[in-house]
């Protein structure tokens, strides 16, 4: 039944093309193209009314995703890639970080690029709005620090000539 409706409009749109259709010569573009409209709204109408046409699926990709909670960095000892240049310091890749509230501490050992007898610490403080770097040094020139352990956030540290010792993160202190 649907194919002998579509081809009567296919025939009827044939006719109108044709010259059958209800122009009358001499009337012009303006005039054909009103009664091409006319036919096109017309067959539009038939067409919804035998359900022809259908509504436009939304377009998935325009539908914003949830967006992600971030996950926790990960704490305690941990790898860690060196956000500063190997002319200035020259890090480890194990460090140490603690989140507490919105602020993150992560401790960098290492040493100084231009003096790699001196180890340092870097303890960087970051929060929403700011990201502040203190540099330690090492007490002795004994090359750059490593990190061997962690209890809460006093840090355990190797020298390069294996003399240990340790850092309290909280006082930001050497510690004897």
């Known amino acids: 039944?649907?194919?002998?409706?579509?081809?009567?409009?296919?025939?009827?749109?044939?006719?109108?093309?044709?010259?059958?259709g209800g122009t009358a010569p001499g009337q012009g573009p303006f005039a054909e193209k009103a009664a091409l409209?006319?036919?096109?709204?017309?067959?539009?109408a038939f067409a919804r009314?035998?359900?022809?046409?259908?509504?436009k699926p939304t377009d998935p990709a325009a539908v914003r995703p949830r967006a992600l909670r971030p996950e926790p960095s990960p704490e305690g000892i941990v790898e860690l890639p060196s956000p500063f240049p190997a002319h200035e310091y020259l890090l480890q890749p194990t460090g140490w970080q603690q989140g507490t509230g919105s602020r993150r501490?992560?401790?960098?050992?290492?040493?100084?690029?231009?003096?790699?007898?001196?180890g340092v610490l870097l303890v960087v403080?970051?929060?929403?709005?700011?990201?502040?770097?203190?540099?330690?040094?090492?007490?002795?020139?004994?090359?750059?620090?490593?990190?061997?352990?962690?209890?809460?956030?006093?840090?355990?540290?190797?020298d390069e000539t294996g003399r240990t010792l340790s850092f309290d993160v909280s006082a930001r202190r050497f510690m004897p």
């Open 1 to 20: 039944m649907r194919l002998f409706w579509i081809s009567a409009v296919i025939a009827g749109a044939g006719t109108l093309l044709a010259g059958g």
């Open 105 to 118: 501490l992560t401790v960098y050992p290492g040493a100084l690029g231009t003096e790699r007898d001196r």
């Open 49 to 55: 009314a035998q359900g022809f046409l259908t509504a």
């Open 37 to 44: 409209e006319a036919h096109a709204a017309a067959v539009q």
């Open 125 to 158: 403080t970051t929060t929403a709005d700011e990201r502040d770097v203190e540099s330690y040094p090492a007490p002795f020139r004994n090359g750059a620090l490593q990190l061997v352990a962690a209890t809460g956030d006093v840090l355990t540290l190797r």
